[in-house]
Each structure stands twice: as C-alpha cells, then as structure tokens.
C-alpha cells in the first residue's frame, strides 16, 4: 500500500472511529466512484473493526509514547515515530508558552491532535523550530499588562509583562492556523482534529450527529437558498404522530436501532419508513438526498412532518449537517436530542444552524 493510500485510510477510519454503519456508507461512495476498487472496500470492511484498532493504537502511541510494534503496518510505524518525534518538539514550546501563560494554559492534547489531523501520514518538508513555535502559537493570544512591583526600601513601580492567553474557541484557532501558518484545515481535518482529542484525552471518538456542540461556537454555514415549491405531504401528519410516539425513547448512536434507542437522523428514517418512503440512514446524507431529488423548501412553507437540518459543527459531511428533526408545527420540533439524551418536543431552536429544509414524497 502507498503511503498516500495509507494516509486516506487512516484519516478516514479515525473519523470513523469504530462504528461500522460509517464504514459502511465510506465503502458504498468509494465503489461508486471507483468500481475496480469493490474487492479492496470488501476487505476493508472486513477488516473494520482492526483497521480502528490500529488508529486507536496509532493515537495512543503518538500521545503517550512507547515502542511500535511490529504487528501494525510499516507505513503506520513510519508515521506514528514522526508524530512522537513533532510532538517533542512541541512539548518544548509549550512549555515556554506555559510559562507565560496566566489561567488555563493552552490544552496540549488540542495543540497536539489538530498537528496529527494536518500532518499524520503526509508528505512534509521537515518542519524546523520556528515552524512549531509558529504553530503552537497559534492557540494563544498574547497580551500586555501592568503589575505593581514593590521594593525593599518600600518605594515601588509599575512594570509592564506580557502572558499568553490560550485561546479557546476552535473556529479562531483554525483561523489563526490559516492567517498565522498558513495552513488552511479542511472540513475533514477539523473533523479529524476533535476525534483525535477525543480519543487521546478522553479515550473515545466525538460525537459526529445531534446537537449541542458547545465546543464549535459560533460555527455558521446557511443554507444555499435553493427551494422548490412542494405540495404539502400528505403523509406529514402521519410522521409526526410516528416521532410523537418515541418521546422520552433514549438517545445513542451506538446503539440505535436496538429496543427503544434511537438517534436524530435513525428517528427521521423510521418515522419515514413507516409510511413507506426511504430516506439515508445520517443526517447529512438525508440532507444530500433531499437537495439532489428536488425536495427541499424554504422555512416560510414547513409543514408538519417536514425535515430540519442543522450544521453545530464543521464535520466534512454534505453541507456539514450534524442533526435533524421533524418539523410539528406551530414553531416545534421533534428530535432525539444528544444534549438531552433522548426524543423530546420543543420549540424550534437554534436558528443560526438551521441549513436545510425537506419534505420528503
């Protein structure tokens, strides 16, 4: 396998984390792009649930040091000793930072996953000292300030020092990276970047549908402004009782499906599944099917039982949709909140985010 190929797979099964239902909708987008390909996405799906081992593994090592093995590929050993090698470097910088630094220093497993996401299984010219400091400096503001300094005779002065203030918000750190670097993140590799962080500090992947995605504020995509003029779906009554019926069922992606749990686009696909139409089983593909079929609608013409999208996060999907619900009526909304860990009925939120509208037929 080339190192290219190898790099592709293993962003993609880092934003896939372990959930074999994204692999699943990898492999179909790859056979129809690239139908000589089909025998090489079976093996891969095959092998799934090892190919997320191995990136679990990757992460651990890069972040937590240690020997690679021999029982990983040598492409994977090759990069996982230059991320320990880059991440050395970066310690070094980071500690200088820290010591200006006043409050929260800037979190070191952010700094370290965003370079994963942007560097891990790249071709890079060899990055020298100034190039790290340029990089982890991006996650800090520095500021001036005034401090009284008293001395032993009792006389004192006012002394002017500078600290680092580590900035918080991703959106300005991708920012900075693109003004202060010049390296421009795409949607995937921000993506990339939060699982990366959640699996080295917190040891599982990020949530990649629902809402209340506190850690992208003020993310904002609208929405084209593209809509078609749809008669009301007959059907829309019908759904919404069906979502109605799930109140209070609880909320997992991981085991969506099974008894009563569902998520926001599985609750979407069933309520419509009931009445005998067949929308994707994610939001963003439920999205991508409603513009590429003629069947989105401006705000102004909801109906009851139509689809909302929002976009909380970038996340490399269609339009960087992250969640959807359906439409009640009167203002409300019906969805399988991952903030609220369950189906709940409530008024029609988060206006900033809404992205898409669809009446499916």
């Not at 880092?14 to 056979?31: D, E």
């Not at 093996?43 to 649930?49: F, G, K, R, V, Y």
């Not at 001395?151 to 006012?158: C, L, Y």
């Amino acid at each position: 396998m080339d190192p290219t190929t190898a790099a592709v797979i293993a962003k993609a099964a880092i934003a896939a984390g372990s959930s074999r239902k994204v692999w699943t909708g990898i492999a179909s987008v790859i056979a129809a792009l690239c139908l000589p390909f089909i025998l090489i996405v079976v093996c891969l799906m095959s092998i799934a649930s090892g190919g997320a081992d191995h990136n679990r593994a990757a992460v651990r090592l890069a972040f937590a040091g240690g020997d690679v093995g021999t029982n990983m590929p040598s492409d994977y050993r090759a990069y996982i000793s230059q991320m320990q090698e880059s991440f050395a470097q970066l310690d070094g910088v980071l500690e200088e930072i820290e010591a200006m630094a006043e409050g929260e220093p800037p979190d070191r497993y952010l700094v370290k996953a965003v370079f994963y996401s942007l560097y891990f299984g790249a071709d890079r010219v060899r990055l020298d000292e100034r190039d790290y400091t340029r990089f982890a400096e991006c996650f800090v503001e520095y500021e001036e300030r005034t401090r009284t300094i008293e001395h032993e005779d009792g006389s004192t002065e006012e002394e002017i020092y500078t600290v680092a203030v580590a900035v918080t918000d991703k959106m300005e750190i991708f920012r900075n990276l693109q003004e202060r670097y010049g390296k421009a993140a795409t949607y995937e590799q921000q993506s990339n970047a939060v699982n990366v962080w959640y699996l080295a500090k917190y040891g599982t992947t990020a949530p990649q549908e629902g809402d209340g995605f506190e850690d992208w504020n003020g993310w904002n995509v609208p929405g084209d402004g593209t809509y078609y003029d749809l008669p009301a779906n007959e059907a829309g009554g019908r759904v919404v009782e069906l979502a109605m019926s799930r109140l209070g069922h609880p909320y997992s992606q991981d085991y969506r499906g099974r008894g009563n749990y569902v998520d926001c686009s599985y609750l979407t696909m069933w309520c419509y599944r009931q009445v005998g139409i067949v929308i994707p089983g994610t939001a963003a593909e439920q999205g991508r099917y409603m513009v590429e079929h003629n069947l989105t609608i401006s705000k102004g013409s909801l109906q009851p039982g139509d689809l909302v999208f929002w976009s909380h996060k970038p996340n490399g999907r269609f339009m960087n949709i992250t969640h959807v619900g359906v439409y009640a009526g009167n203002g409300m909304v019906v969805d399988a909140s991952y903030s609220k860990g369950k189906v709940v009925y409530r008024s029609l939120f988060d206006n900033d985010k809404q992205v898409l509208y669809g009446r499916p037929q």
